[in-house]
């Protein structure tokens, strides 16, 4: 409405201003009323373009699960890369385990992030966006044609993840999984190295045991050797991790 109003005013006034002559109290009286008409609504136009006059602000909550940014054995990773002084992130992030590349969070001022340790069993992320609406029909038709309609005002990002999960900045993770490569061969021998002589123990103690049972002897020690290593190298994650 206001934008046909600015239109009709201006065009009016300069009509009226232009094509007749005479300057009697009538015509003066009808240019003042349209300068005045195209005045206000131009103010009105910018009050609601710049302070959101005739509106409210509404905001609306999704949900999405979370899986590991990137594979380590024994632990979910969220990573983020820290922009300016650290204190401003842009985290890294999945939301299935079929997702190739990763997500980021925008990089704007109007967007803000923050990671919770939650007890739930799944992690998700909880993204609350906040805009503006028209509080009811009249400023919707009164500032219908500028587009302010649902206009973006803010968004928060919260991260829930549980206490398995590991939340590490990009630089971090390249350095531990530089790390990783060089302590792997290590780790392999001295998991073969407890598992031989858990089983050595073992025989002694039963020299009789079959075949079938030293294999399944093996594979338990085994396992409960990779399941030892995979939660010293989250221990060793989580002292790394963004509190």
Do not use: C
């Amino acid at each position: 409405m206001l934008i046909v109003l600015v239109l009709l005013s201006a065009l009016l006034f300069a009509i009226i201003t232009i094509s007749t002559n005479n300057s009697s109290a009538t015509r003066n009286g009808i240019a003042g009323l349209m300068l005045v008409l195209l005045v206000g609504s131009i103010a009105l136009l910018f009050v609601n373009d710049d302070q959101h006059w005739g509106m409210k602000t509404v905001t609306t909550t999704t949900e999405k699960p979370l899986t590991s940014a990137t594979d380590m054995s024994g632990a979910n990773l969220l990573l983020y890369q820290a922009l300016g002084n650290g204190k401003e992130k842009i985290f890294i992030y999945k939301t299935s385990a079929q997702q190739k590349k990763v997500t980021t969070t925008p990089a704007d001022i109007k967007t803000t992030s923050s990671v919770t340790k939650s007890s739930a069993k799944n992690a998700k992320l909880v993204t609350k966006t906040t805009r503006y609406v028209y509080r009811n029909g009249f400023y919707r038709a009164l500032f219908a044609g500028t587009g302010n309609n649902h206009t973006f005002k803010s968004r928060h990002n919260e991260f829930k993840v549980g206490s398995n999960w590991v939340v590490l900045s990009t630089q971090q993770a390249k350095q531990l999984q530089k790390q990783a490569k060089v302590t792997a061969a290590k780790t392999k021998t001295e998991l073969a190295a407890a598992v031989k002589a858990k089983m050595t123990a073992a025989l002694q103690q039963n020299p009789q045991m079959t075949t079938e049972q030293q294999q399944a002897l093996q594979k338990q020690y085994t396992t409960a050797a990779q399941a030892q290593a995979q939660q010293q190298l989250l221990a060793q994650l989580q002292k790394e991790s963004l509190k």
